[in-house]
């Protein structure tokens, strides 16, 4: 879609909002070109000087109905109390594939920058790929196969440029979609759920639970949001890891043990009292907070991360009877910014996120076939 523009043309006045300026733009170029359809926009600079968005849309070709070639715009105005909005010529920067792909070359050099790459949270596939409307449409079909989301993650992980397709099924169909997602990290979750309790089981070493939590910090609960990279915030002290939580950017201290499940988190005939290492690992969490609060402005001007109100949770050892739960829950309501919990109750944890994903998930039925019939 080419413009002529030759003077500068005015969007609207100084007291037009953004959006009323790309909806005048938008209708412009549905005037100009009444075949184009499907035209989509987002915001890319939202000023104060400048104010930049682009545009993407469809042009049919009015004898077939037939898709044409696609189009790309960036268009950048100006807002002055004098002139109001403002679009010039010069600043319109034009894309399409109708005889040579332009707007696929410009992806795929983002796509090889680290920048659009991010840290690995989302994956590119295309949208041609047979593989994919094969999984959209199992997904669609009926039975449930749990397996079957776990080999979906996999293959998504081994092809660059596989999730071109799920992100269009997000665009056409949202509630779909978010179903999908939901059923996709269910997959994924139960997965790492089952291999948490191997890992209990197996009574494995602190760094090997800490190397998993790292990787699987959902387990704690949706009430933590981030997984703080700096693991050394006091001189001397490496924490296991810290988590921020979601609702007021506080962190908690986390400090992990081992399940240990043949040795009693409290011992006595009478009465019970805290075993060795438990009051040991306690000792060492309020040691951390203590420096924690002493240290809280550098740690704030250094690294950015407010600490004055952290918290500790340590995890160690299993549930036992009910005798050995009932003194947990009367050692933890005699601590201070300090709790104790099992790797049977953050496991449990982790239960209850997969239940609210299943319900979130409802909507995506797998079918009752056997994995190898997937091509992967």
């Not at 003077?7 to 009444?34: C, W």
């Not at 332009?102 to 949208?127: C, M, P």
């Not at 910090?217 to 703080?228: A, D, N, P």
Request: charged share 30%; aromatic share 8%; with cysteine.
């Amino acid at each position: 879609m080419k413009r002529k523009l030759k003077m500068p043309q005015n969007f609207g006045d100084y007291a037009q909002t953004l959006d009323a300026v790309i909806a005048r733009s938008v209708e412009l170029d549905q005037k100009r070109n009444p075949d184009i359809q499907n035209l989509k926009h987002c915001v890319l600079k939202n000023g104060p000087l400048a104010y930049k968005y682009a545009k993407y849309w469809t042009v049919i070709s009015r004898h077939t109905q037939e898709i044409h070639h696609h189009g790309l715009t960036i268009e950048t105005v100006h807002k002055t109390k004098k002139n109001g909005w403002e679009l010039k010529e010069k600043n319109i920067i034009t894309l399409d594939d109708e005889k040579e792909d332009e707007i696929q070359r410009l992806f795929d050099f983002l796509a090889t920058t680290s920048h659009v790459k991010g840290d690995g949270e989302y994956t590119i596939i295309r949208q041609d790929d047979e593989r994919v409307s094969r999984i959209i449409d199992a997904i669609s079909s009926t039975g449930q196969r749990q397996e079957l989301l776990g080999q979906i993650l996999d293959w998504v992980d081994s092809q660059p440029t596989a999730t071109e397709g799920l992100i269009e099924l997000s665009r056409e169909e949202p509630e779909r979609a978010r179903s999908l997602i939901a059923a996709l990290n269910y997959g994924r979750y139960s997965r790492a759920l089952q291999e948490f309790r191997r890992l209990i089981d197996d009574n494995e070493t602190e760094r090997i639970y800490q190397q998993f939590l790292e990787s699987n910090y959902w387990i704690f609960g949706s009430e933590y949001s981030e997984l703080l990279p700096k693991r050394i915030l006091t001189v001397g002290d490496q924490l296991d890891f810290p988590l921020r939580r979601t609702v007021d950017g506080y962190i908690e201290v986390i400090e992990i043990k081992r399940p240990t499940p043949d040795a009693p988190l409290f011992i006595g005939s009478t009465r019970l009292h805290p075993r060795s290492e438990v009051s040991e690992a306690v000792a060492q969490a309020q040691g951390y907070l203590e420096k924690l609060d002493k240290d809280h402005y550098r740690i704030l001007a250094e690294f950015g991360i407010e600490v004055s109100k952290a918290r500790a949770i340590v995890v160690i050892g299993r549930d036992g009877d009910k005798k050995q739960q009932d003194a947990l829950r009367l050692h933890n309501a005699g601590l201070t910014r300090v709790e104790v919990i099992t790797f049977d109750q953050l496991s449990k944890i982790a239960e209850r996120i997969l239940k609210i994903i299943a319900k979130e998930s409802s909507q995506v039925n797998l079918p009752a076939f056997e994995i190898d019939d997937i091509p992967f």
